[in-house]
Nanobody, 120 residues
Framework: QVQLVESGGGLVQAGGSLRLSCTASGSGFTTRTMGWYRQAPGKQRELVSTITSSGSTNYADSVKGRFTISGDNDKNTVYLQMDSLKPEDTGVYYC??????????????WGQGTQVTVSS
């Protein structure tokens, strides 16, 4: 029903910036919340940031003040502007979508992930 495609990952030096994007495509759904999770090597997957269709945002304490999430409802796209990147930000970033299907069910969808590597 929903397919998520991420882009924007890459290799940057500490202090640099990256902008991730994720677009939800398909039919038969309305997006309620989109966001980003990440998983560092040897670590559990953790929440980075989320945004609702009404614009409410949420951030992990570790990225507050450095990352900014935004969305475009018309395009079903979410962005993550990452500034002042640190080596500990390194990991695979996964796009997440919480959507309501037209049959009334809520469903979580995940992208394949995009690698972000921050060198010291």
């Amino acid at each position: 029903q929903v397919q998520l495609v991420e882009s924007g990952g890459g290799l940057v030096q500490a202090g640099g910036s990256l902008r991730l994007s994720c677009t939800a495509s398909g039919s038969g759904f309305t997006t309620r919340t989109m966001g980003w999770y990440r998983q560092a090597p040897g670590k559990q997957r953790e929440l980075v940031s989320t945004i609702t269709s009404s614009g409410s945002t949420n951030y992990a304490d570790s990225v507050k003040g450095r990352f900014t999430i935004s969305g475009d409802n018309d395009k079903n796209t979410v962005y993550l502007q990452m500034d002042s990147l640190k080596p500990e930000d390194t990991g695979v970033y996964y796009c997440n979508c919480n959507a309501r299907r037209f049959d009334g069910y809520l469903q979580q969808y995940w992208g394949q992930g995009t690698q972000v590597t921050v060198s010291s």
